[in-house]
């Protein structure tokens, strides 16, 4: 009997990686389940959508929160007590603490929209344009204590056309995220995922 994994995704903005997981379940394609989603914006529109789905989420304010340290914490906490044991970030747009990751080592993955180590941090697509990069694509990877610097699970290539606007480009690497990330976390629910030093080992079967 196939294993479910838990899942808890942070989410900032649209949600489209969100829906993308959810259909990816739905459709049996993922052997998983979503117990929280937790967003830093009351008005993320991740948060519909996992209404939704009646999928449990709550908008937790920062604000609340004397520091960053203690705001992690309380993330970590509602994940924990939620029975979640993989954390997703689709969108976050906050930097965890090394506080949040110690609650969850090597158990959190981010989706960025650029072949890491290049283009790091916001406006990936527009720094890979300003770049002159011929190749662009989307990485999935460990969270680590650095901005999007984390052990690197799997990548996707998305050509840059010589017409491609940051727009442009990002919408044909978002198709290739809502492909990755799904498979990247069923990669994990089927226990294929090992990591050593910076280097992570996928096992094809």
Same mark, same amino acid.
């Given at each position: 009997?196939?294993?479910?994994?838990? &899942?808890?995704?942070?989410?900032?903005?649209?949600?489209?990686?969100?829906?993308?997981?959810?259909?990816?379940?739905?459709?049996?394609? +993922?052997?998983?389940?979503?117990?929280?989603?937790?967003?830093? @914006?009351?008005?993320?529109? !991740? +948060?519909?959508?996992?209404?939704?789905?009646?999928?449990? !989420?709550?908008?937790?304010?920062?604000?609340?929160?004397?520091?960053?340290?203690?705001?992690?914490?309380? +993330?970590?906490?509602?994940? @924990?007590?939620?029975?979640?044991?993989?954390?997703?970030?689709?969108?976050?747009?906050?930097?965890?603490?090394?506080?949040?990751?110690?609650?969850?080592?090597?158990?959190?993955?981010?989706?960025?929209?650029? &072949?890491?180590?290049?283009?790091?941090?916001?406006?990936?697509?527009? =720094?890979?344009?300003?770049?002159?990069?011929?190749?662009?694509?989307?990485?999935?990877?460990?969270?680590?204590?650095?901005?999007?610097?984390?052990?690197?699970?799997?990548? !996707? !290539?998305?050509?840059?056309?010589?017409?491609?606007?940051?727009?442009? +480009?990002?919408?044909?690497?978002?198709? =290739?995220?809502?492909?990755?990330?799904?498979?990247?976390?069923?990669?994990?629910?089927?226990?294929?995922?090992?990591?050593?030093?910076?280097?992570?080992?996928?096992?094809?079967?």
């Amino acid at each position: 009997m196939t294993r479910i994994l838990p &899942l808890g995704v942070l989410v900032s903005g649209r949600g489209s990686n969100l829906e993308a997981i959810i259909k990816a379940i739905e459709e049996g394609r +993922l052997p998983a389940r979503i117990n929280l989603v937790l967003s830093n @914006k009351k008005d993320a529109r !991740a +948060l519909d959508i996992a209404f939704q789905y009646s999928i449990p !989420a709550e908008f937790v304010d920062p604000k609340a929160y004397p520091d960053r340290e203690s705001y992690d914490l309380a +993330l970590a906490t509602r994940l @924990k007590e939620a029975g979640v044991e993989l954390v997703v970030l689709a969108g976050f747009m906050r930097i965890l603490s090394p506080a949040f990751l110690e609650q969850f080592p090597l158990k959190v993955i981010n989706i960025h929209p650029a &072949l890491l180590p290049a283009f790091p941090g916001v406006e990936a697509q527009r =720094q890979a344009i300003e770049y002159g990069v011929k190749i662009a694509g989307c990485t999935v990877h460990f969270v680590d204590a650095g901005v999007d610097t984390g052990p690197i699970i799997a990548q !996707a !290539a998305v050509p840059v056309e010589d017409n491609d606007t940051p727009e442009t +480009l990002a919408k044909r690497i978002l198709e =290739q995220e809502h492909r990755l990330l799904p498979e990247v976390i069923r990669w994990i629910a089927e226990g294929r995922v090992t990591v050593k030093g910076r280097r992570v080992y996928v096992r094809r079967d």
